[in-house]
């Protein structure tokens, strides 16, 4: 274990729960997080849907895109996007948050 979290590190990688132990060092920056799908919420908008992930290792961080899934629970995914503590645009609110790609 201490390996692969030393290779998520070296690679600019992290699991959610090394976001988790300090999100203020990660508030608004770019991040790259590796874990696994626990759930999955999808909901169509206007022009598209929203998908909200909890991503996973012994902690979770809630993903946004708006797009559709294209995966499933239980696999290992890696996602980039900017890291919020807090976000909330109208249409989503949530803690903990990686936005993918918005609108």
């Known amino acids: 274990?201490?390996?692969?979290?030393?290779?998520?590190?070296?690679?600019?990688?992290?699991?959610?729960?090394?976001?988790l132990q300090a999100p203020q060092k990660f508030e608004r920056q770019k991040v790259t997080v590796v874990g696994l799908v626990e759930g999955?919420?999808?909901?169509?908008?206007?022009?598209?849907?929203?998908?909200?992930?909890?991503?996973?290792?012994?902690?979770?961080?809630?993903?946004i895109e708006f797009a559709k899934p294209a995966f499933s629970i239980g696999q290992s995914l890696t996602v980039s996007g900017t890291f919020h503590q807090i976000f909330s645009n109208g249409i989503i609110q949530a803690r903990n948050v990686i936005i993918v790609s918005a609108p």
């Open 40 to 63: 999955i919420s999808t909901r169509p908008i206007q022009g598209g849907a929203i998908t909200q992930i909890a991503l996973c290792d012994s902690r979770c961080i809630n993903v």
């Open 1 to 19: 274990m201490k390996l692969f979290l030393a290779v998520l590190l070296a690679a600019n990688v992290f699991a959610p729960s090394g976001i």
